[in-house]
């Protein structure tokens, strides 16, 4: 059984119909890259993966790891191990980075029956993969997302991730706004996280990220339907001709 | 579901410390004249000169008009309708010794600590185990039943007692210092304390001496209409420094409850009082019903040079909250810090601030304010920085930050500047937030719970008030905002 299976998902957002017909079929191991020009619902697919308030299925089924996941609150999605990461994380001043990765983790715990974890061996644990970011360990102790660079905000999606380990990780315009050192780091990241328990999606406008993760698939997203599949050569085919000759020939 | 549909289901709290003792009470019946002054006065064996303060308080009181200028809204009372004096009849003598072991004490009281949540170490102090080191000055309803480490205290020469032991052991001290601070005619609910007050704690810190041990009083009002007028006063000698502690909470009931405390604080050349609060009287139920009207007076004078007050509060219950905790800086360098976090849900009103009263040279003053509304609660805060004419070189930052929980509650500033010395500096910064769905959706997409995200945003709004309070009573201010607080997230 897939790890993700979404069939004809139809969703609006007031009133107005985004996402048109979506099916999309996910293993355990596949990253999968779905791409698309502005507004052809990269977002709104990620928001209501994510389960996000406002946003109204209104046809189809999701499916993940045999649950049924328009029934899970968000929480219970995270819980289960859809990890969203966001392209624009949101800053919750006075709340220490380093004390939502605890909560996080210990939430995750409880849910598996598991004790909370002791503050050594979370402490190791997050240290290495700090440094394996190339961040600083005084990261830890700023407010969540606070005064964060762009990229210091994407890097902190991974790093998340990388704790979590998630069944499968939903990175929404993760490369955006990263210069290239920045873009390195990340990639090398997300490739850490890839294997043969865990799905990935990256969500992205550009093929900048997919040179340094190579996608299983690609798809390609337009006005709420996957209107291509392909695998990584039809990301470079996007990128050398743009989207426009795909989106004819498809049509 | 909307989000407002979704309040209105999650705004669905009970207030947890909902009891009553059933300890039989001695009370005089309701009403307030010259001869209820008299024998609340008689029955605490009080000397000439309290009664005396004490009937001048009523006279003056009798001739005040309750004040109506704070943005909260409650039906008139009826001053005559409340009795102004309750003492627990289990104690066979109330001028007795406190007991030295908690077997002397009623068990029903003890059940009552452990309703209430006091932690097994302050139990443990309350039970006078050694090694346990936060001293507990428990008033239940209005007389001291039992204090602990007191022999410690006196080791240091501290003195730590209650306001009635206070008066029969050190009169001169009570008569030097009371009023001096809050005068009995200072205000209409300070004078009615001023004339009915039944018991309250005494701190006394002599020269050069550090308080050895963090001193903590628990209040709780107990008596059905029992009128609740605390009275506190904290002297701290040249070079002495005390932290003290006072955390409260009620059992649920139906009628209103007035509480109208004084606290006075007192510092003398380079002395410090840290004075903190977390505050849970009954809110009413969640249609605004019931709950306690808490008015009260807090101020402190810094009246020696270098010394220092600071104010750390953090208040969650009350159907009504009027408080101002306040500083008079007259010595010269002496500093004045105000830290609150006011939180109200459902019906709550909440007006609250500070006053820093400028008057020595180069003093400076701290305002870190915290509201958060939830439900349909209104929270105001209201400020005064006075720098008077007399003040060189004074400074204050004042820093005021609402945030609001819901669509259907009020965040109001009322802040006041005079400045009347031209060397003064002045700053003040103030913000208006909302818990963000943003914030939420992140938080949740990381398996945290609607409340624990709510809990996470919130406390980290509250930080700077939380890291200015003692550890265990951060724990505790971080546990009772989630209190309460709970169901009104969606």
Redesign the interface.
């Known amino acids: 059984m897939a790890l993700l299976e979404i069939k004809n998902l139809h969703a609006e957002i007031d009133g107005k119909e985004i996402l048109k017909g979506i099916d999309l079929s996910i293993n355990a191991g596949e990253v999968h890259a779905i791409m698309g020009p502005n507004g052809s619902g990269k977002s709104t697919l990620c928001h209501v993966l994510?389960?996000?308030?406002?946003y109204e299925v209104t046809k189809g089924s999701i499916t993940f790891d045999g649950h049924d996941l328009l029934e899970m609150?968000?929480?219970e999605?995270?819980?289960a191990g859809l990890?969203?990461g966001?392209q624009h994380?949101?800053e919750?001043?006075?709340?220490k980075n380093i004390?939502?990765l605890k909560?996080?983790l210990n939430?995750?715990r409880e849910?598996q029956g598991l004790d909370e974890i002791d503050t050594f061996s979370f402490m190791k644990q997050v240290r290495e993969l700090v440094a394996s970011m190339n961040m600083d360990d005084a990261f830890l102790h700023r407010?969540?997302n606070a005064g964060f660079s762009g990229g210091e905000k994407k890097r902190n999606e991974i790093l998340?991730m990388l704790l979590?380990e998630p069944k499968l990780a939903l990175l929404d315009e993760t490369d955006s706004g990263l210069d290239i050192d920045a873009l390195k780091v990340v990639s090398d990241g997300i490739n850490r996280m890839r294997g043969e328990e865990r799905g990935i999606i990256l969500v992205t406008h550009y093929q900048r990220l997919l040179n340094y993760v190579e996608p299983d698939f690609v798809h390609v997203l337009y006005k709420g339907r996957i209107i291509k599949s392909g695998d990584k050569s039809l990301a470079h085919r996007l990128e050398a001709e743009g989207y426009q000759e795909i989106l004819e020939e498809a049509s | 579901m909307t989000e407002t549909q979704e309040l209105e289901q999650l705004v669905k709290r009970e207030y947890k410390y909902g009891f009553t003792t059933d300890i039989e009470q001695e009370i005089i019946p309701p009403g307030l004249d010259e001869d209820v002054v008299r024998m609340i006065s008689a029955k605490k064996n009080e000397p000439e000169f309290m009664l005396e303060w004490r009937l001048s308080a009523f006279r003056q009181w009798k001739k005040m008009a309750e004040p109506e200028w704070a943005h909260v809204h409650y039906p008139k009372i009826d001053y005559q309708a409340l009795s102004y004096y309750a003492a627990p009849k289990t104690q066979e003598e109330l001028d007795a010794e406190a007991p030295e072991s908690l077997d002397d004490v009623d068990p029903k009281l003890l059940e009552t600590y452990e309703k209430l949540g006091i932690p097994l170490h302050e139990r443990a102090a309350l039970a006078g185990v050694k090694g346990a080191n936060v001293a507990v000055d428990a008033v239940f309803d209005s007389v001291s039943v039992t204090t602990t480490f007191k022999e410690k205290l006196a080791e240091a020469g501290v003195i730590f007692c209650s306001f009635s032991e206070a008066v029969e052991n050190h009169p001169e001290l009570v008569q030097k210092y009371l009023g001096t601070v809050v005068p009995q005619g200072d205000n209409f609910f300070a004078a009615l304390n001023s004339a009915v007050f039944s018991d309250g704690s005494f701190v006394y810190v002599p020269k050069g001496v550090t308080c050895p041990m963090e001193l903590s009083t628990y209040f709780r009002i107990n008596a059905q209409n029992t009128g609740q007028f605390e009275r506190t006063l904290i002297v701290a000698e040249e070079g002495a420094s005390v932290s003290y502690l006072e955390g409260c909470t009620a059992p649920q009931r139906d009628e209103n409850q007035l509480h109208a405390a004084v606290v006075e604080l007192v510092a003398l050349d380079d002395a410090e009082i840290k004075y903190s609060t977390v505050q849970n009287w009954y809110p009413g139920d969640e249609e605004g019903k019931g709950g306690i009207y808490n008015f009260v007076t807090k101020r402190g004078e810094c009246r020696g040079d270098r010394s220092k007050i600071t104010w750390t509060q953090v208040e969650a219950g009350s159907a009504i909250t009027w408080k101002y905790p306040s500083c008079v800086l007259k010595g010269d360098d002496s500093v004045g810090e105000f830290y609150s976090v006011a939180v109200g849900n459902n019906y709550q009103q909440i007006d609250s601030g500070t006053k820093m009263v400028h008057l020595g040279s180069r003093t400076r003053s701290t305002i870190v304010s915290k509201g958060i509304s939830a439900g349909r609660a209104e929270n105001a805060y209201r400020g005064l920085v006075h720098i008077g004419k007399t003040s060189k070189d004074a400074r204050n930052f004042t820093q005021c930050d609402s945030l609001l929980i819901g669509d259907r509650c009020g965040a109001h500033t009322f802040p006041y500047i005079e400045a009347k010395n031209s060397s003064a500096q002045v700053e003040h910064e103030a913000t208006t937030s909302k818990v963000s769905d943003d914030q939420m959706f992140y938080l949740r997409s990381r398996g945290l719970s609607e409340e624990d995200a709510m809990n996470m945003v919130v406390n980290g709004f509250c930080k700077e008030v939380f890291n200015e309070l003692p550890m265990e009573f951060a724990v505790e201010a971080q546990a009772l905002l989630a209190v309460s607080l709970e169901g009104s997230v969606g």
């Open positions: 994510g389960g996000r308030d406002g609150e968000t929480e999605r995270a819980i990890l969203l966001f994380p949101v919750i001043p006075g709340v004390y939502l909560e996080a939430a995750k849910a407010g969540v998340q979590l």
